[in-house]
């Protein structure tokens, strides 16, 4: 008995390949870009997308928990917005041509979250902010390479030196010592990083010129084949005709259809029918 109104039932497959086709959509970047800017502009989209509900959970965390406790003076910090509204924006220039720009945005984004939160005065500058601007060395890291890593390090340690010399309290030695180590080794990777991806394009490209070169001597080959086969197909007519001619005609005097001939000639024509039909074999084959 035939069921009906039963519909198929949606795979896991199909599920995860839905969820794939949603990310690739939210991460593609310009159709304008190829090549290695296209997958740096995928690598940084695909960082801000997971950076900005994190960076939303930050900012809005603290006011909602003194609202739920009901506690007055639940405000958000305008750093903070200001930090995310940068991300957003930087999200959406890194699906753009102009790729490079989101980049730099995110690394001055503890930067500006930091000063605009302490608009009004430098002095409220905790020891914990000047730990959080070495989030752009790391930022630097990820996104551009070990030279600009080493910039924004070299930047962000005279930054502090800066805002402690303005707001009155003492150089935090140990923020400036943290600074350093997040700038040296994330620069030393980079490095690394940097020069294994040269070496890959390198590799690739090598291989990509073997493989052109391989298809031009394939190509080669198969017209030496085919100039080799038109040749010999050429020379097995030619040779074949007269040789033909030859064992017919010697045949012909061979019988005395020409006219008599004695035993002897008879035997030697003969034998040129024989060597003759013997070329001709060795031509066929």
């Known amino acids: 008995m035939e069921k ?9 497959s199909d599920s995860g390949r839905t969820w794939r086709d949603l990310w690739d959509s939210l991460v593609a970047p310009s159709p304008l870009l190829e090549g290695d800017d296209r997958r740096k502009a995928i690598n940084l ?8 509900p994190l960076a939303i959970i930050t900012v809005f965390q603290a006011p909602i928990a003194t ?12 750093g903070g917005i200001a930090g995310l509204v940068v991300i957003a924006v930087s999200y959406f220039l890194s699906r753009s041509r102009y790729y490079v720009w989101a980049a730099y ?12 939160a302490n608009v ?3 002095t409220g500058i905790s020891e914990t902010s000047y730990f959080f601007l070495s989030l752009g060395v790391l930022f630097a890291s990820l996104l ?8 924004v390090g070299i930047l962000t340690m005279l930054s502090i030196v800066f805002l402690a010399t303005t707001s009155g309290i003492e150089v935090p030695l140990a923020t400036l010592t943290f600074v350093a180590l997040t700038t040296g080794v994330p620069a030393l990777v980079s490095r690394i990083r940097d020069q294994f991806i040269d070496d890959l394009q390198i590799s690739q490209l090598a291989l990509k010129n073997q493989v052109i070169e391989t298809e031009q001597a394939r190509l080669k080959a ?3 084949d085919q100039v080799k086969s038109a040749f010999l197909a050429s020379m097995s007519h030619e ?6 001619a030859i064992i017919n005609f010697t045949k012909f005097v061979a019988k005395g259809d020409l006219g008599p001939v004695n035993e002897e000639q008879e035997e030697t024509l003969f034998e040129v029918v024989d060597s003759a039909k013997h070329l001709l074999n060795l031509i066929n084959d």
């Open 120 to 122: 009004n005065s430098l």
């Open 239 to 244: 040779l074949r005709t007269p040789l033909n």
């Open 45 to 52: 989209s695909t960082f801000l997308l997971v950076l900005l």
């Open 144 to 151: 551009l390479g070990w030279k600009e890593t080493i910039l």
């Open 67 to 78: 609202m739920l406790s009901g506690e007055a003076g639940a405000t958000v910090n305008i």
């Open 105 to 116: 945005f995110i690394i001055a984004t503890p930067y500006i979250a930091i000063l605009l």
């Open 222 to 224: 198969e017209r030496s």
């Open 4 to 12: 009906q109104g039963i519909l198929p039932l949606q795979t896991n």
